[in-house]
Nanobody, 120 residues
Framework: QVQLVESGGGLVQAGGSLRLSCAAS????????MGWFRQAPGKEREFVAG????????YYADSVQGRFTVSRDNAKNTVYLQMNSLKPEEPAVYYC?????????????WGQGTQVTVSS
């Protein structure tokens, strides 16, 4: 079955950086686009970044464009999210998932996520 294991979250000061990782299994990883999402307390889960199966195209939510970079290593079935210049309003649980289309997650399964906390 599908498994998604996110890691790399933690506490960082505003303006700082974190690199998140997501190990995915249960699907032919290299055939799927992958995405990162985040959910802040009391808010809906929102799309953050996506990457095509080959890594040749990446795309981002307007709020993170220019600060976040998504990448993948198909040999390791892992997708990454480099987050720079983190803002105080960005604390959330970050999740990865396979994508059915540019912004839509595939299926209903989600991993446990990784918590990102930003201090001002």
């Amino acid at each position: 079955q599908v498994q998604l294991v996110e890691s790399g979250g933690g506490l960082v000061q505003a303006g700082g950086s974190l690199r998140l990782s997501c190990a995915a299994s249960g699907r032919a990883f290299s055939r799927y686009r992958m995405g990162w999402f985040r959910q802040a307390p009391g808010k809906e889960r929102e799309f953050v970044a996506g990457i095509m199966w080959s890594g040749g195209r990446t795309y981002y939510a307007d709020s993170v464009q220019g600060r976040f970079t998504v990448s993948r290593d198909n040999a390791k079935n892992t997708v990454y999210l480099q987050m720079n210049s983190l803002k105080p309003e960005e604390p959330a649980v970050y999740y990865c998932n396979f994508l059915a289309s540019d912004y839509v997650p595939l299926g209903d399964y989600w991993g446990q996520g990784t918590q990102v906390t930003v201090s001002s």
